[in-house]
């Protein structure tokens, strides 16, 4: 007599809720578009593999969530750890997370807490040992306590907010030393002058890797899409950093073959959109995909999930271990333009800059409901664009994909208006 | 022309300035035994007692001998002088503005010397904090305006001869750069009068201070160099210029981080174009550790040949990194 064992039914993840949403979105991004470039199956397959068929990614050593780009990745490398950024863009851990937050919460914020609250939730990173949850914006100070709550060790980052200030910046240093003290607590490996060596050359050709593709979004007509590169660049808060860099190589590789061949991913005159504000995140990459799907090419960036994450470069004078590290410490404060800072001409200046060096035609300004600092430098950047003859669309939205019809509209006038406005100056 | 630019952009600067300073330093302290006399007025401490080794010298050691002459030929014959040591002073100076201090000056160098030595020991760098720094930058002048002010008041018989070129027997160059050619008569006190005994043994005092200043704190003696107080005043028409651009600048900090000057103003300024302050001597480490195409750059005579490059401060830093 056989043995009828009764078989729970567990639906497999890719029928679920976090599984589709992702699907919807990546089958858009790779989909909706002819010539992708070969080298971004690699990313395709990584977001498959991790969002939709929601497999576990193999990581060294210790995971340690981070919140924010400020946490300096290189001392969680040193010190044997393995970082991740934890700054989520699902729906659906969007609505998980709407228990802990208020309703008009930045939707990141919820959605970062709904997934630590999820079980097997996705990207599968593993056990987090640590999450590092810099004091940016409100809603993320408070996620902390919230995330200490769900049982998570969380470690309080303490980024000053006017960074500008001379005692900002010695303040900060201490700050970052005191975490360097912590993560060698935590993962139980000593952080010395020449794994610190080794860690900084891991994130250094990682963002030489990145400039090179960011330079060749300067040319026009472009080379690739925007699409493809918050994609790229959202890969790097969870892929391995070795993997990630090798790909974005060979990815640089295939754009020099495109440059030489004079290939052209969009129309010649299509509008040249620089992207900024609160930072596009897998699956949200809703409003970059409308610019580009209604004929737009996203050009560069001002985001938190790709500029600002992976440019700024850190310079070494004496390479001894304290040096080191306040170097790499200012690197994470100095130039950051993310909007929780009391004054935020830097933003500002690069905006012009990159509008500038990369030949753009207009702003795109994305703000998630609920995100107060975006919306107060609303005004401000507007109002420098416009003094610069940049025209700016802001655009209030949130995880949901309710107002897709609307913003596509929107994002369709905006470029119509471009184009027009070209036309004219043309003529 | 656009590879050579490259070439340029691209260097190690660290080596070619180890070098260049190299030669510098043996050209102006032993240049001497091969005859070799660049006059002396020069824009730099090339210390006038060396004595046989120099190649030229200090310009401040002549310029406080002829303002202590008495004042009636002061404002006469030893006036025109005067006029033509500074003149000659002026010429040197216009070429390489600052650069004399990053690149030939041989206290700077080894001052440079002595932070290689404790980097090789592994003892971390000293500095000050903002508040000691806009304190101690206004020392310079006021050496400067001691060492003019204090020959004229002898020329005029304010005070006795005694005390002759007054910042030379506080300055550290007089005790240490004989050393190099093996003269070890400067490390004495004078006590051939009071003056004297007070200024040598201050001087002895300082050159410690130098020694043990410049091994835990990068240039620590250029801070209050009065000749760099000089060269500031008079930098208006030099013909090397470090300039940058603040659209381009992201205020990383990354030119701070590399200067030995504590210079905030070189990474926090984005709205200045000609971005040399006082206090700096030129040496360019700025310019090198930029990562931002163009932010800084140095010109001669409004052309420029050396600007900073995202290519070339990735080449550098990968070359720090992995060594
Ligand atoms: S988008 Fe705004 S509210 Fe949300 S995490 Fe970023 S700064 Fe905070
Ligand atoms: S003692 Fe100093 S100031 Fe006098 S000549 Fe020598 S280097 Fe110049
Ligand atoms: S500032 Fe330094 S390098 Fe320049 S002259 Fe004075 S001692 Fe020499
Ligand atoms: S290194 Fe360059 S970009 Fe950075 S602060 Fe200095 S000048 Fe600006
Ligand atoms: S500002 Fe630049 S050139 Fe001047 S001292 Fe500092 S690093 Fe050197």
Not at chain 2, 230 to 256: E, F, M, N, Q, V
Not at chain 2, 298 to 310: G, R, Y
Request: charged share 25%.
């Amino acid at each position: 007599m056989s043995e009828i064992r009764e078989v729970p039914l567990k639906p497999a993840f890719n029928q679920s809720r976090q599984a589709r949403e992702a699907e919807v979105m990546l089958n858009h991004i790779v989909d909706d578009f002819i010539d992708n470039p070969a080298a971004m199956t690699y990313f395709y397959d990584l977001f498959r593999h991790a969002f939709i068929e929601g497999k576990a990614l193999d990581r060294e050593g210790p995971g340690i969530g981070t919140t924010c780009i400020q946490v300096p990745e290189e001392l969680i490398y040193a010190a044997g750890g393995t970082p991740v950024r934890l700054c989520n863009g699902a729906y659906h851990y969007d609505q998980v997370g709407a228990d802990f937050m208020p309703a008009k919460s930045c939707s990141l914020v919820k959605a970062t807490l709904g997934r630590l609250h999820s079980e097997k939730a996705v990207p599968d990173v593993g056990k987090l040992e640590l999450i590092v949850n810099p004091t940016t914006c409100d809603q993320k100070k408070k996620a902390a306590q919230m995330m200490e709550g769900m049982g998570y060790q969380v470690y309080d980052l303490d980024l000053p907010s006017a960074k500008d200030n001379e005692a900002a910046r010695e303040y900060w240093r201490r700050v970052v030393k005191q975490l360097a003290a912590r993560l060698q607590k935590v993962t139980g490996k000593k952080l010395t002058r020449q794994r610190l060596r080794e860690a900084m050359a891991k994130t250094s050709r990682a963002q030489a890797a990145f400039r090179t593709l960011h330079n060749f979004r300067r040319k026009a007509p472009s080379l690739i899409l925007g699409k493809d590169v918050f994609l790229v660049t959202n890969a790097y808060f969870f892929d391995d950093i070795e993997r990630w860099s090798a790909a974005v190589e060979a990815l640089n590789a295939e754009l020099a073959q495109r440059e030489a061949e004079a290939f052209s991913a969009v129309q010649k005159k299509a509008p040249r959109i620089v992207f900024t504000g609160s930072p596009p995140i897998f699956p949200n990459i809703k409003l970059p995909l409308l610019i580009e799907e209604a004929g737009g090419v996203v050009v560069a960036d001002e985001t938190c999930s790709a500029n600002r994450m992976l440019y700024d470069m850190t310079a070494v004078d004496e390479w001894l271990l304290s040096h080191m590290i306040e170097s790499i410490a200012d690197k994470y404060l100095k130039p950051c333009t993310c909007p929780i800072f009391t004054r935020n001409d830097d933003r500002i200046r690069r905006l012009l800059d990159l509008v500038s060096t990369f030949n753009a035609d207009g702003v795109v300004y994305q703000s998630f409901a609920g995100c107060q600092v975006y919306e107060m430098e609303q005004r401000s950047v507007a109002e420098a664009l416009n003094k610069a003859g940049i025209p700016m669309l802001y655009i209030e939205t949130d995880y949901s994909p309710d107002d897709m019809g609307q913003l596509s509209t929107r994002v369709e006038a905006f470029l119509e208006s471009i184009k027009t406005r070209k036309r004219q100056a043309r003529a | 022309m656009s590879k050579l630019r490259d070439a340029v952009n691209n260097v190690d600067l660290k080596r070619f300035r180890f070098w260049f300073q190299l030669a510098a330093f043996v050209l102006f302290v032993y240049g001497g035994y091969l005859a070799i006399n660049l006059g002396n007025s020069l824009p730099m401490f090339s210390c006038g007692y060396i004595r046989d080794g120099r190649a030229g010298v200090c310009y401040l050691l002549p310029l406080q001998h002829q303002l202590a002459r008495p004042w009636p030929q002061l404002f006469s014959y030893a006036g025109v002088a005067v006029l033509t040591g500074f003149a000659i002073f002026a010429l040197w100076f216009i070429v390489l503005n600052k650069g004399w201090c990053g690149f030939v000056c041989p206290l700077g160098t080894l001052q440079d010397w002595l932070t290689s030595l404790r980097q090789k020991l592994g003892i971390r760098q000293s500095g000050y904090t903002h508040e000691q720094f806009r304190r101690l930058t206004w020392i310079k002048y006021v050496l400067l305006a001691l060492l003019l002010l204090i020959p004229l008041g002898i020329g005029g018989g304010l005070w006795s001869h005694e005390v002759g070129a007054p910042f030379c027997q506080i300055c550290p160059g007089r005790m240490v750069l004989p050393l190099f050619v093996g003269d070890f008569s400067q490390w004495t006190i004078d006590f051939s009068s009071p003056g004297k005994i007070v200024l040598t043994a201050l001087g002895m005092g300082i050159t410690g201070l130098f020694i043990v200043g410049a091994f835990v704190k990068k240039r620590f003696f250029c801070f209050f160099c009065p000749m760099s107080a000089l060269h500031y005043l008079l930098s208006k028409p030099a013909l090397l210029r470090l300039r940058k651009d603040g659209s381009k600048c992201t205020r990383c900090g990354d030119c701070y981080t590399a200067c030995d000057m504590e210079i905030r103003e070189i990474a926090d300024d984005v709205t200045r174009k000609e971005i040399m302050t006082d206090d700096c001597t030129l040496c360019l480490k700025c310019v090198a550790a930029c990562p931002e195409k163009g932010a800084l750059k140095v010109d001669f005579a409004n052309i420029t040949f050396f600007e900073s490059t995202e290519e070339g401060f990735i080449k550098r830093m990968n070359k720090g990194i992995r060594k």
